[in-house]
């Protein structure tokens, strides 16, 4: 199989879904302006939920890790605290 | 932008370790890094290549993870003024973080929005090449837990976005429907339709 053709297609097809929606230039109705305020909380949250368990029996650990810095992300809205709490309770876990 | 760099870091090593683990070359894996730029895309091209899946379905995979920046495009191209020319380096470089960065910071400018993406667009592809260099050294990358930092890095910036009780029914709906889809579909079949039925909820619950 070669590498190159598809390498180009994967870019041709990525780069136009980017270019798609920043081209869109339209008035849209109400019902779509609250539809993309909601489209960031809806795919983040579809990104998270299938990769919280993981493929290795740690489905419990990395479900507490994640409430934690859930919980951190809740009460700080602090980014990097966040991701630095949720990593350091998951090794943490791992350990006890 | 730094929790971003420390998320995206052990992602691009993930993906390089993967990808030469997949039998990609270095110059290969750098070239989807530099080419493609889409993590999650990278990820699991490169899983497929490794078992020889064939070419078109690697490609089909990649639309329908990457479908989704036609809303991001719409939604940031709807708050970032911009010409012609900034909305074609402005798409190259759009990616989750990107996106997820500008609109949680309220992004009203160009070159804020191109200042995330070169910053990460760099860091990317330098952890790329690290990872591809050192590829055969890490045997495991999941072992070290490096692919819980990506639900934890969208989780920091879901949470901020979480305003009222409908965000939150919205976030789980469309969470837990991702979490089913994924059982069944392949890709970004789960992201996809999760998404966009979310949305169309959140949107009509408020109407």
């Known amino acids: 199989m070669s590498f190159w053709p598809i390498c180009l297609a994967m870019l041709a097809v990525t780069f136009g879904s980017r270019l798609a929606g920043l081209l869109v230039r339209i008035r849209l109705p109400p019902f779509w302006l609250r539809f993309l305020h909601f489209v960031p909380i809806a795919v983040f949250a579809a990104l998270i939920a299938p990769s919280l368990e993981g493929s290795r029996g ?14 951190v992300a809740w009460r700080t809205r602090h980014l990097a605290l966040t991701i630095a709490v949720g990593l350091a309770a998951f090794w943490l876990l791992r350990l006890a | 932008m730094m929790p971003l760099w420390l998320g995206v870091a052990p992602f691009a090593l993930a993906y390089a370790v993967l990808a030469r683990d997949a039998g990609l070359s270095i110059v290969e894996t750098q070239a989807l890094s530099l080419l493609v730029f889409a993590g999650s895309a990278q990820v699991s091209a490169v899983g497929l290549f490794g078992r020889g899946v064939g070419g078109l379905e690697i490609v089909l995979t990649t639309f329908l993870l990457n479908v989704r920046h036609v809303l991001y495009g ?12 900034e909305r074609l380096i402005g798409a190259y470089l759009l990616t989750d973080e990107a996106y997820g960065v ?59 976005l979480l305003r009222l009780k409908v965000d939150v029914a919205v976030a789980l709906v469309a969470g837990v429907a991702a979490w089913l889809l994924a059982k069944w579909l392949p890709g970004g079949v789960p992201v996809l339709g999760a998404g966009v039925s979310g949305a169309l909820l959140g949107a009509w619950l408020t109407r």
Do not use: C, H, Q, Y
């Not at chain 2, 719409?74 to 020319?85: A, F, N, Q, W, Y």
């Open chain 1, 58 to 71: 740690e489905g419990g650990i990395r479900f507490a890790a994640a409430g934690l810095a859930g919980v």
């Open chain 2, 74 to 85: 719409m939604s940031l191209g709807r708050v970032v003024p911009m010409t012609k020319r």
């Open chain 2, 102 to 160: 500008s609109v949680a910071r309220g992004a009203r400018s160009f070159p804020f929005v191109l200042g995330t993406e070169v910053s990460l667009f760099l860091v990317w592809n330098v952890m790329t090449l690290v990872g591809a260099l050192v590829g055969g050294v890490i045997p495991d990358p999941e072992r070290l837990g490096v692919d819980f930092v990506f639900p934890v890095a969208f989780l920091a910036l879901l949470v901020p």
